[in-house]
């Protein structure tokens, strides 16, 4: 790999560190923020609804613009907006002033996330184990800042300690990245090898269920994490058990992340493993519901969020950007504008599911997932599979050869056929305009119209051929 693409890849892992801070820092202390604020923590938790507004407000632009004005610029402005929001954060007073820097947090994470993911699939390697990188760094992240804060706290040190380490890594990475030269968006021939071949109405059936993934994946996580506590203590499972299951949910996040990770590089599964997860979700779900053992729901929980927050959204995502090789901004913006929904209706269904009395509230989380299983299996059924190696890739093209070949030379002998009438009607070899004829039926007859020059070139290398072998052949028969 280049030294740059290393650096960038490097850096654009760096801003999830600093973005998987910037998802908990403001719950994990409002406390101290509504002190702050000399407001209650009942309004002061208002003011985290100033995010989701910043995100949904800004993604599809975000996303337009960095196809347009190029990635660089809007990740430099994704990194500004965040470090601002750090560094004014801790030290501001004022309850609009704190709505405005959380709007502009919002606005941060769609500027980061509409440049990173389409980057990250221009470059070289596998996608899909990009993009889940970066739900690596931004769980271990959420994983190390609650210790910092609760440090913090303990020692008696200054609340906002916890928002200047962001800051700091933030201030770095900005000298880094605006040094570093970014690969060309998309260059026509990388276009041409991530392009991938769709007819419509399937290309229309599967970018809908990509997009529904995009809100049922985060939806069915949402879901859990708002209410998980609540449920446990509602079916009499102990106070410490009712925390406990959130975080090995947590602890199984971080450890699916890394198996992903894992297994993407291994191509036989990679094409199956996200089926596999969110069918296993599911099921730790079902039992989630159902079940009234503590042990049992334990292990269920650590289950769900092996498979439910293992990097399945950013896969869907990577599977997206593949088929839109010339729009991956808007797409990935328009992608967590579907998720950025999910974080506003969940608690609202949620709410409302609670106000009618529902007792089984993790049956809705259920359908959710359902709903998210029955998406997956249409974009597994209708994605085409990508072939498992390097090794599988060349089998397939032998093959295609032994077929051509056997074609090739049914060609010669219809050539034949016509060298014989040729000489007996004493017409030269060459026929320009017959040539002609054919290039333009195969320009006509490519169903890829960005292989026309290719196939062409083919057919003029084949004519060439054609008529080296009619002149060895005249020149044999005259001899005879
Ligand atoms: O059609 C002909 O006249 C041919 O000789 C065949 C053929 C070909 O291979 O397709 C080869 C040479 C001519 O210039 C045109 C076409």
Request: net charge positive.
């Amino acid at each position: 790999m280049q030294i740059s693409n290393f650096r960038l890849k490097f850096s654009l892992f760096l801003n999830y560190f600093v973005h998987g801070c910037g998802l908990i820092i403001l719950t994990q202390n409002l406390t101290q923020l509504a002190s702050n604020w000399h407001s209650t923590l009942a309004t002061a938790s208002f003011v985290l609804s100033g995010i989701g507004i910043g995100r949904l407000a800004a993604y599809l632009s975000m996303g337009f613009l960095s196809d347009k004005v190029g990635r660089k610029k809007i990740l430099l402005f994704g990194m500004l907006s965040y470090l601002i929001f750090f560094i004014a954060s801790p030290v501001n007073e004022s309850i609009p002033i704190a709505y405005g820097l959380s709007i502009l947090a919002g606005i941060a994470n769609s500027a980061l996330d509409s440049a990173a993911y389409p980057i990250l699939s221009e470059l070289r390697g596998n996608q899909k184990a990009n993009s889940v990188s970066l739900k690596a760094f931004m769980s271990s992240a959420e994983f190390i800042l609650p210790v910092i804060v609760l440090t913090a706290n303990q020692e008696n040190w200054w609340f906002g300690l916890s928002f200047l380490l962001p800051a700091v890594i933030l201030m770095a990475n900005l000298i880094n990245v605006t040094f570093l030269t970014f690969p060309k968006s998309v260059t026509k021939e990388n276009e041409n090898i991530q392009k991938v071949q769709l007819n419509t109405g399937k290309k229309v059936l599967v970018t809908a269920a990509l997009l529904l993934y995009g809100y049922t994946s985060m939806a069915v996580m949402i879901w859990f994490t708002q209410w998980i506590s609540i449920f446990a203590k509602n079916i009499d499972f102990g106070n410490t058990t009712a925390h406990l299951l959130l975080s090995l949910y947590s602890l199984g996040s971080i450890s699916g992340v890394l198996l992903t990770l894992i297994l993407l590089r291994i191509k036989a599964v990679a094409n199956r493993l996200f089926l596999f997860q969110n069918i296993l979700s599911l099921l730790s779900l079902i039992i989630i519901a159902f079940s009234t053992q503590e042990s049992l729901s334990m292990v269920a929980c650590f289950t769900f969020g092996f498979s439910a927050a293992a990097g399945l959204m950013q896969m869907a995502l990577a599977t997206l950007l593949r088929l839109y090789p010339k729009k991956k901004g808007l797409l990935t913006g328009l992608f967590f504008s579907f998720g950025s929904l999910a974080s506003f209706t969940v608690p609202l269904i949620t709410g409302w599911l609670v106000a009618q009395g529902k007792a089984n509230l993790m049956v809705g989380d259920v359908i959710v997932a359902l709903i998210g299983l029955a998406a997956a299996l249409i974009i597994q059924a209708f994605f085409p599979k990508e072939a498992p190696s390097l090794k599988e890739a060349r089998k397939v093209i032998d093959r295609i050869d032994h077929q051509l070949l056997r074609l090739v030379e049914k060609r010669f002998q219809a050539v034949d056929a016509v060298i014989a009438l040729k000489q007996k009607q004493e017409l030269p070899v060459l026929d320009a305009s017959r040539e002609e004829k054919v290039l333009e039926k195969i320009a006509k007859n490519s169903h890829n119209k960005a292989l026309i020059s290719y196939n062409q070139a083919i057919w003029q290398t084949m004519m060439a051929q054609s008529r080296a072998y009619q002149r060895a052949k005249a020149h044999h028969n005259n001899k005879e």
